[in-house]
């Protein structure tokens, strides 16, 4: 079992940044970050494996950032140059040990409760 908990979600104008934490209970194998607006389906926006190999949904590459503070069991995803359609409850996940390329949204079985993120324009 893993237990994880968000935070760092608010509030945030265009153009600005972020940083979301996810705190897990034990040291996960594979990690990732998905957000879901109402009414879509929930988004893989990116992963990190064991390694810190790392891959990114399109629309956040060269703005979102993945990391792992492994003394802290804790995920980290810095959002740079935030856009309004960033707006989402944002949702950490774990998982077994999986490369980063081949996870999907079924790798995970941890989830956390969500962080909700609203970029104004």
């Known amino acids: 079992q893993v237990h994880l908990v968000e935070s760092g979600g608010g509030s945030v104008q265009a153009g600005g940044s972020l940083r979301l934490s996810c705190t897990a209970s034990r040291k996960p194998d594979s990690m990732a970050w998905f957000r879901q607006t109402p009414g879509k389906e929930r988004e893989m926006v990116g992963t990190?494996?064991?390694?810190?190999?790392?891959t990114y949904t399109d629309s956040v590459k060269g703005r979102f950032t993945i990391s792992k503070d492994n003394a802290k069991n804790s995920l980290i995803l810095q959002m740079n140059s935030l856009k309004p359609e960033d707006t989402a409850m944002y949702y950490c996940?774990?998982?077994?040990?999986?490369?980063?390329?081949?996870?999907?949204?079924?790798?995970?079985?941890?989830w956390g409760q969500g962080t909700q993120v609203t970029v104004s324009s």
């Open positions: 990190i494996d064991s390694d810190d190999r790392t």
């Open positions: 996940a774990a998982g077994p040990l999986v490369c980063s390329r081949l996870m999907t949204p079924r790798t995970f079985g941890y």
